[in-house]
């Protein structure tokens, strides 16, 4: 398949995925780079396409997860999904306040992005057993920006390069370090051009179809959900007004743990909407303070 027929076809799934969209993946099939006693890990993968060649090669999903007390809130959120989300909702009423230890709380519970994929995983130096196998690959808005920095480069020189394309595409050398304490993935990187498409079609039906995990059903009603988070908070769960402003879409939240908040690799705290910031007057190319996306950026693409 050519480089401009699956830009095509992403850039015909965005328009989905705008309408939010997410999955329930079995924990049996997805692959993580295992790190060593200092935190330091690497592997190389190659991200695959789409079985059907016309959906999206990843799905976004949002999820919560904090402890208040010695009780934790972990789950879905549904806005992956276009839903009202209890917890998003508290996180509104609670900013609205304008007190500085609301607004931090939100914070601690916003909702983190995740991306998944199907990869082909080339080199795995702690698991060589799974070379040459295909898994689901959790990730985060680090190197999703990766991906999109590759399908759009800045320079002129650089060739643009769709990551997921088997022939024409490249791998990924995934590079794990430990900076003040968390993960860290700058110094992962795509390499230069290689064709796999024989290895991959080898193995491609054991890929899976994320599009098709896309249900309703995974997520907790709203109303389960939010006595779940009612037992959790100890109290009633406050209902937003009409006036309130629904969380961004730019939240990527931290784990919840004892250490103080520290700038993570994967997070991105920026409330923008909460604080009723006023809109760009014009959009630019999705960056590290927005996970939208966006179609002129995909249909440039293909008429270059």
């Given amino acids: 398949m050519s480089n401009k027929k699956a830009?095509?076809?992403?850039?015909?799934?965005?328009?989905?995925?705008?309408?939010?969209?997410?999955?329930?993946?079995?924990?049996?099939?997805?692959?993580?780079?295992?790190?060593?006693?200092?935190?330091?890990?690497?592997?190389?993968?190659?991200?695959?396409?789409?079985?059907?060649g016309a959906s999206l090669p990843f799905v976004r999903v949002y999820s919560h997860g904090f402890k208040v007390g010695g009780k934790w809130f972990i789950d879905k959120c549904r806005t992956t999904i276009g839903d009202d989300c209890p917890v998003c909702n508290a996180n509104s009423v609670l900013w609205e306040t304008g007190d500085k230890e609301n607004q931090e709380i939100v914070r601690q519970r916003k909702r983190k992005l995740s991306f998944y994929s199907n990869i082909l995983v080339i080199s795995d130096p702690k698991n060589p057993d799974n070379e040459g196998k295909v898994f689901q690959f959790r990730y985060g808005k680090k190197?999703?920006?990766?991906?999109?920095?590759?399908?759009?480069?800045?320079?002129?020189?650089?060739?643009?390069?769709?990551?997921?394309?088997?022939?024409?595409g490249c791998?990924?050398?995934?590079?794990?370090?430990?900076?003040?304490?968390?993960?860290?993935?700058?110094?992962?990187?795509?390499?230069?051009?290689?064709?796999?498409?024989?290895?991959?079609?080898?193995?491609?039906?054991?890929?899976?179809?994320?599009?098709?995990?896309?249900?309703?059903?995974?997520?907790?009603?709203?109303?389960?959900?939010?006595?779940?988070?009612?037992?959790?908070?100890?109290?009633?769960?406050?209902?937003?007004?009409?006036?309130?402003?629904?969380?961004?879409?730019?939240a990527f939240m931290k784990k919840a743990s004892s250490k103080p908040k520290k700038e993570s690799d994967d997070s991105d705290d920026d409330l923008k909407s909460l604080e009723k910031a006023p809109a760009p007057a014009k959009k630019p190319k999705p960056t590290e303070d927005s996970d939208e996306f966006d179609a002129d950026f995909f249909k440039s693409l293909i008429e270059d």
Avoid at 143 to 168: G, H, L, R, S, Y
Wanted: net charge negative; aromatic share 8%.
């Fill in 143 to 168: 190197i999703f920006d990766k991906i999109v920095d590759k399908m759009q480069p800045q320079f002129d020189d650089e060739e643009a390069i769709n990551p997921f394309d088997p022939a024409e």
């Fill in 171 to 250: 791998d990924f050398k995934l590079r794990i370090r430990q900076v003040e304490g968390y993960a860290n993935f700058d110094k992962s990187e795509f390499t230069s051009t290689s064709d796999r498409e024989d290895e991959i079609n080898a193995v491609i039906s054991d890929a899976t179809d994320l599009q098709s995990l896309v249900d309703e059903a995974q997520f907790t009603p709203a109303a389960d959900q939010e006595k779940r988070l009612k037992s959790v908070l100890g109290q009633a769960v406050q209902k937003p007004r009409d006036e309130d402003i629904e969380e961004s879409d730019l």
């Fill in 7 to 52: 830009f095509a076809n992403i850039l015909s799934a965005v328009s989905k995925m705008k309408e939010g969209s997410s999955y329930n993946n079995d924990k049996e099939l997805l692959w993580s780079c295992e790190t060593d006693k200092a935190g330091n890990g690497q592997a190389t993968i190659r991200f695959l396409p789409s079985q059907d």
